[in-house]
């Protein structure tokens, strides 16, 4: 389970983030939605490992986050896609999704791992030795959320995958994220898209300015006059 309690973020002087709650559990696909410049990116930030809570605590499996480096996170099972997906350009997709498996060391298991996740995205298994950077933006998006399958985490934070994508597209990785909370994966992921995000996850919670105000299942979120008006356009 990942918990966040009373988190305050940002960077140097500017403040981003002011008491932020929210938790994710066992099984749970989860949303922060909001405007761009919410401070959702920040949050995805904080829990990674990137930057470091001016104060609160986030905590994962009873492990506290907030003084760990991103290696000690991410070897705790905690995978972190951003919106560009950390692809290196000039590499295959094979040899990106190698490089999300650099802690294993077990070839076979490898081989294992990027099986299971081309079954995930058959279209990477037929560009395995096509160069990242000449993919289309839906097949980066796809590349990204694989290569964070890898390490075989237990909780994948996922920054903006509707980002630059059409939209049937945009449903295809929503449910494939949503397939992998069956497996076990806890899902958190940060999205302007909140129509779409609201249709497929469980819960949600909304951010803005830096503050949570809002929450709940994806169903009473949907009905909620206030995110019909400010986020749906429905008066």
Same mark, same amino acid.
């Given at each position: 389970?990942?918990? %966040?309690?009373?988190?305050?973020?940002?960077?140097? $002087?500017?403040?981003? %983030?002011?008491?932020?709650?929210?938790?994710?559990?066992?099984?749970?696909?989860?949303?922060?939605?909001?405007?761009?410049?919410?401070?959702?990116?920040?949050?995805?930030?904080?829990?990674?490992?990137?930057?470091?809570?001016?104060?609160?605590?986030?905590?994962?499996?009873?492990?506290?986050?907030?003084?760990?480096?991103?290696?000690?996170?991410?070897?705790?099972?905690?995978?972190?896609?951003?919106?560009?997906?950390?692809?290196?350009?000039?590499?295959?997709? $094979?040899?990106?999704?190698?490089?999300?498996?650099?802690?294993?060391?077990?070839?076979?298991?490898?081989?294992?791992?990027?099986? $299971?996740?081309?079954?995930?995205?058959?279209?990477?298994?037929?560009?395995?030795?096509?160069?990242?950077? %000449?993919?289309?933006?839906?097949?980066?998006?796809?590349?990204?959320?694989?290569?964070?399958?890898?390490?075989?985490? $237990?909780?994948?934070?996922?920054?903006?995958?509707?980002?630059?994508?059409?939209?049937?597209?945009?449903?295809?990785?929503?449910?494939?994220?949503?397939?992998?909370?069956?497996?076990?994966?806890?899902?958190?992921?940060?999205?302007?898209?909140?129509?779409?995000?609201?249709?497929?996850?469980?819960?949600?919670?909304?951010?803005?300015?830096?503050?949570?105000?809002?929450?709940?299942?994806?169903?009473?979120?949907?009905?909620?006059?206030?995110?019909?008006?400010?986020?749906?356009?429905?008066?």
């Amino acid at each position: 389970m990942l918990k %966040l309690e009373n988190v305050c973020a940002g960077y140097g $002087k500017l403040d981003v %983030l002011w008491d932020v709650s929210c938790e994710v559990n066992e099984g749970e696909f989860v949303a922060i939605v909001g405007p761009n410049g919410a401070g959702k990116t920040t949050t995805m930030r904080a829990i990674s490992g990137m930057i470091r809570p001016k104060s609160g605590s986030i905590v994962f499996n009873n492990e506290h986050l907030e003084n760990k480096s991103m290696k000690q996170i991410h070897d705790l099972g905690v995978s972190f896609v951003t919106d560009g997906g950390n692809l290196f350009s000039g590499m295959t997709v $094979k040899e990106n999704l190698l490089m999300g498996a650099l802690n294993i060391k077990d070839k076979s298991k490898k081989a294992e791992l990027t099986e $299971k996740v081309i079954g995930l995205f058959p279209r990477l298994g037929e560009r395995l030795n096509q160069q990242a950077g %000449l993919m289309s933006g839906g097949e980066r998006k796809m590349l990204g959320i694989a290569r964070g399958l890898m390490s075989e985490p $237990k909780l994948m934070l996922v920054d903006e995958p509707s980002l630059g994508l059409a939209p049937s597209v945009v449903l295809d990785v929503f449910r494939t994220l949503k397939g992998l909370t069956n497996e076990g994966v806890i899902i958190l992921l940060v999205e302007q898209n909140v129509n779409t995000t609201l249709k497929i996850v469980d819960r949600a919670y909304i951010l803005e300015k830096g503050v949570i105000n809002g929450q709940g299942t994806s169903a009473e979120l949907l009905a909620s006059d206030y995110v019909q008006k400010m986020y749906l356009g429905i008066e």
